[in-house]
Structure formats: structure tokens, C-alpha cells
């Protein structure tokens, strides 16, 4: 049963992809929603698909001048929260050993510190909430064991993992929950110029249904499918034979 109903909810990253899915089904099943990315256009379409239900604004969450702007958008809407589900998120793989160091502070900006500012926008109107307060990371499976290319993309979520873990400890007497998603592949953006075998890959629809699953099942750690957590779940413990046998068939590189 979905018990996510009747609340405030804001999503970043819902321009496209997993966010706009989350919005459509929270805006359907009665919630009201606030939807934030870069692309406004996107955002107004997404709007008048739900009139009343769906309020937005432009948001980089790289920019801590834009979070600055958003805390005052966001008040203009409403002065609580019940739930943020933070979506924002870029992808960009290390080629050729490269290590170009704009790269990894692109990425790190969006999908860690992008999650740190939102936290730290929506902290005082979590506090009011009518409901319990909720506070939903979107991370990724990558992170279960190193993915070659992935040293950007995999770090950044794997401090995110971290950050939630750590929020979710100092949080353990407060009225706040937390949740920690981890998606396998999504078609969506984020993966379309991807040249290698996505198994198991899932719509965004399919897996915006499963995120709100796991809101509503009170877990912390939410991962899906199970079809690919539990052999990368594997794979983390055993990590050596990962590299032995896994890791050469994935590497593109062939020389230092
Ligand atoms: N697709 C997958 O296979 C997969 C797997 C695991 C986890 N994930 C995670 O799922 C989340 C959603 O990704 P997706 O697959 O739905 O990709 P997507 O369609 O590319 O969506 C990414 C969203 O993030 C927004 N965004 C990017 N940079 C931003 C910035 N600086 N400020 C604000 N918003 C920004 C984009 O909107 P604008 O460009 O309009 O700003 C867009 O709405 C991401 O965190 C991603 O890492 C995806």
C-alpha cells in the first residue's frame, strides 16, 4: 500500500528521467510536489501535465548562489516539507587514464555536494513538517564494488553513501527518516550514450514505482533489482576474484 499521500514533497533532478517519473506518480497517487532542475522548460511542461498539483523552479544544485535563490523560491510554495528525494545527478567516465581534475569536481558537485546544499536548504522546513520528516538520496549500484571508468561517478556516490550512512547515525533519536537508493540501470539521459551491455536495464516508470516501494517499506538501504545487487553484492566480498575475472573483460585499458 502506498502510504505516501497527502504530503509536501520536493524533488531536484526532475527534468527528466527517474525525477520526472517520481513526480508524475507522487503528483497522481495526491501528493503536492515541488520539482526542481536545471531545465525550466522541462519543468513548466511537467507542471501543466498536473495543474495545482506541481509547483517548480530552475535550480542548479552546483551553484550555491542558486541554492540561495531556491531558498526563497521554496518558501514562496510552502513553509514545510514533508520529503526531499534528492535526483540530480551526472554521469562522465574516466577515459585513457586522464584524471582531468574539472571532471571529478563537476560530478562530486552534482551528485555529492548537490545532496549536501539540498540537505542543508530544506533542513528548516523538514523541521515543520506535518508528516514525519524524510530525507531520500538517489546513489547508484555502481557502488557496490569499482567499475572501471566509473572512478568519478562510482566516488562520488560512494560519498554519498557514506554521507547518508553517517546522517543516519547522528539521526537514530531524531524524528527524521532516512533512505539510501541504489538503482541498477535506468533508460534515461544519464545512460543513452552508454556503448556497453546494461543487464537487466529498467524504465524510468519501473523504477520510480520501486523507489516509492522502498520509501514506503521503512528500509534504509533500498537496492534494485535484486537480480543485479546480489551478484555485485558478491562480487564486493570477493573482491579480488572481481579483478581476476570480471574486471579484464570490462577494462578498456591496455596501457599506462
Ligand atoms: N540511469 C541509470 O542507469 C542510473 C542508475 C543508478 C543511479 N542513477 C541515478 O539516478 C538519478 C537520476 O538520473 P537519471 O538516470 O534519471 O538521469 P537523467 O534523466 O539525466 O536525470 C538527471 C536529472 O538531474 C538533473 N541535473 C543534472 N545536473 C544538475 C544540476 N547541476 N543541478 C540540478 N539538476 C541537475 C537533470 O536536469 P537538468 O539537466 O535540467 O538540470 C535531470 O533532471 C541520478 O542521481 C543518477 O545518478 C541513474
Redesign the pocket.
Known sequence: MNKIIGRCIWV??????????LVQQLAEAGNYVIA????HT??VDLALQYPGKIKVF??????QL?MEKAAAQLREFTDYLDMVI??????EYEDNLSFDPTMYERTM???FL?VVRALNLALPLLRRAQQRAHFVA?????TCVGFPRAEA?GAS?AALNYFMQSLRADAVKLPLDLTL???????????KN?DFS?PF??T?EQ?SLRVIKGINSGKFLVDFPRRLSWPLGIASFFFNTWCKYFAPKLTRLHKL
Do not use: Q, W
Open positions: 531536484t533532478g526532475a527534468s527528466s528521467g527517474l525525477g520526472r517519473a526542481s532542475a536545471r531545465s522541462a519543468l530552475p535550480l542548479d544544485v552546483s551553484h542558486d534528492c535526483a540530480a545527478g551526472i554521469c558537485d552534482v551528485n548537490g538517489i546513489s547508484s549500484l555502481s561517478y556516490k537508493v541504489r538503482p541498477g540501470f535506468i533508460a534515461t539521459e544519464l545512460v552508454n546494461m536495464l529498467m524510468p523504477a
